[in-house]
Each structure stands twice: as C-alpha cells, then as structure tokens.
C-alpha cells in the first residue's frame, strides 16, 4: 500500500516586528552600527520632521519620506541654514536626510531618479576652526587627585588616564569590553565609526592606573568601563557588566573637573589635544590619522597646532613701542 507523501513544512523567517519593516526611519537607524550613532541620527531625523511639520512632538517615525522631492529637500536645507545651526551640524542633518531617502529607495517606495534628484544636496561649505579647548598637563593631574580608592575614584582616574593617552571619542571609550585590553601589548581594541576597528596604545602611567581598576573590576565579561552604585557595587546584567553610555562619561568628566576645580572640559577636548601633542612632537599625519581614527588626513590636519604656534612666534617678534605724548 502506498503511503501517500507528507508534505516538506514550509521555512519561516525568525520572529520579527512587523511594524518598522517598511518605515525607512526605522530601517535606517537599525543600519547604524552603534547605539551612539543611533541616537544621533535618530535627533536629527526627528528635527527634520518638525521643520517639516511644524510639530514640535512629531518624530520621524512613520513620516512619509518617500514623498520628498528636490524641492523639498532644497527647501529643507534652507530651513536648517537659517536656524543658525555651524555648518557642520547642518550638514550632519543632511546626511540623515540623505540616507533616510536611500532607505526608501531600497525599500521601493521611491524610483532611483526620483531618489537621485531629491538627494542631490550640496553641504552647507565652511572652514572653522575645530570646537574644544586644550587640556593642559596640570588640569588632567587635578582631576586625577581628585580621583579616591574608593571603586568609582579607580574606575573614574582609569577612564581619564585613557581619554588622554589615546585621544578615543567617548562613545569608543564606552564601548570597549575587557577581551579589548592587551596587557602586554599595552593596546585597546578601538571600534570606531561605521565599526572599524584600529589599535590605540596607552602610556605606562595610564597602564597602571587601568590595573589598578581592572584589580577592583575583576574578570568578570562585559564591559571595561562600568557604572557603579553608591554602595560601591559594580552594575551587571545576565553575569556580564554593563557599558557606560557617552553621557555616563561626560557627566564623569565634569564631577571630577568640578572636585578638582579646573573650568569644564569634554572627550572632545581630550582629543583635540591628543591629536594636537602628537603633532607637536613630530608625529606624522598619517600615523596621528590612524590612531584616532579619522578617515580623511585633512580632517586630521585641523587640529595641526603648529601653524598657530609659527603665526603666534612671529607677532612675538614685535614690540608695542613705548608710550609716548606727541609733540
């Protein structure tokens, strides 16, 4: 007798939201690789919405992108000019801009010309100096003083140790784990924008002051940076230590300048500076590119103090003359 065929069960697809999957926001920002990231664009997103809307509550969620055209995108990047947002910031809008309406072309709600005429921004040209202050010796030393044994004093002079010798973005520095530390090598695994990975190195002060930290932290996995509770407790979740956030860092950075009574500083102070001490001690720009991270040199070359310090030299050459009553 013949035993009649059972049919093959049909593959699924794994469990998931329905929701955004045609959203190019939320496809978008799911493309992003870092949860910094995420959030940035995700603010610029949500303002563009409201320009476009009017609505100060409005998100980007759900907003129909694929709708824009070139004389709306022109109109928007106006808009944003005329907010009195640095070019830079303005052009890191329309970058989110740019990117969402790729998104829905990929998703085909948009035709490629129409995405390719609507998308055709010019970015707002500038040439700026970089934002930030130097940090100097003395003011990252008053904060370590102010830096005690207790395990959020180690965990806090580690950090500072690491801003400093190795100029990482506060975002990199929240998302180093401990399998990122080679002792001996004396090197952090970096992952930067776009997750590409490079090599940092930290000084012998900054190793020591690292271990001392990792001695409280333990070998637990997770993350080398963690918060910790008042009563000394370090933050954990499913056996692994949880990761400070970029504004976990920031908020740490200004309690111990504030104990140590130096006048506010950021990451991105740290970095200028790193970047800025390299140069000055004749490192070449593609060697201090590399070690920050930039993708472009010329990007890096901003922060090139030497051009100042000549400029500055040749007005010291100069002597106000001596004060004098005509006759």
Not at 51 to 77: F, N, Q, S
Not at 133 to 148: I, K, N, R, W
Request: net charge positive; charged share 25%.
């Amino acid at each position: 007798m013949d035993v009649p065929a059972v049919p093959a069960a049909e593959p699924r697809l794994p469990a998931i939201a329905e929701a955004p999957a045609t959203d190019p926001y939320h496809v978008y920002l799911d493309s992003l690789a870092s949860a910094e990231s995420r959030r940035t664009m995700r603010g610029c997103l949500d303002r563009i919405a409201r320009v476009l809307t009017g609505d100060e509550a409005v998100t980007g969620a759900g907003m129909p992108w694929h709708l824009l055209r070139y004389e709306h995108t022109v109109r928007i990047r106006t808009v944003l000019t005329e907010q009195g947002w640095s070019p830079a910031y303005v052009n890191k809008h329309l970058v989110a801009l740019r990117r969402v309406l790729k998104e829905a072309w990929r998703l085909g709600q948009i035709s490629a010309e129409e995405y390719a005429r609507a998308a055709d921004l010019a970015p707002v040209t500038h040439t700026r100096l970089p934002t930030g202050q130097h940090v100097p010796p003395e003011v990252v030393g008053a904060a370590l003083s102010a830096c005690d044994d207790s395990p959020a004093g180690l965990r806090d002079a580690a950090l500072i140790a690491t801003l400093y010798s190795t100029g990482c973005r506060r975002a990199e520095i929240a998302g180093l784990a401990l399998t990122d530390y080679d002792p001996a090598a004396r090197s952090l695994r970096v992952r930067g924008k776009r997750d590409k990975e490079r090599m940092v190195y930290l000084t012998g002060d900054a190793i020591g002051l690292l271990e001392r930290w990792l001695a409280i932290r333990g070998r637990t996995a997770g993350a080398l940076f963690c918060p910790i509770s008042r009563a000394g407790r370090l933050r954990t979740r499913d056996g692994r230590l949880v990761p400070l956030t970029g504004q976990g860092i920031a908020d740490i950075l200004a309690r111990r300048l504030g104990e140590a009574g130096a006048s506010p500083r950021t990451a991105h102070d740290f970095r200028r500076t790193f970047i800025g001490e390299l140069l000055d001690a004749g490192v070449d720009l593609a060697t201090a590119q590399a070690l920050v991270g930039h993708s472009s040199p010329a990007t890096t070359a901003r922060y090139d103090r030497r051009p100042e310090n000549t400029r500055r030299e040749a007005v010291d050459r100069l002597r106000l003359p001596e004060a004098r009553p005509l006759r």
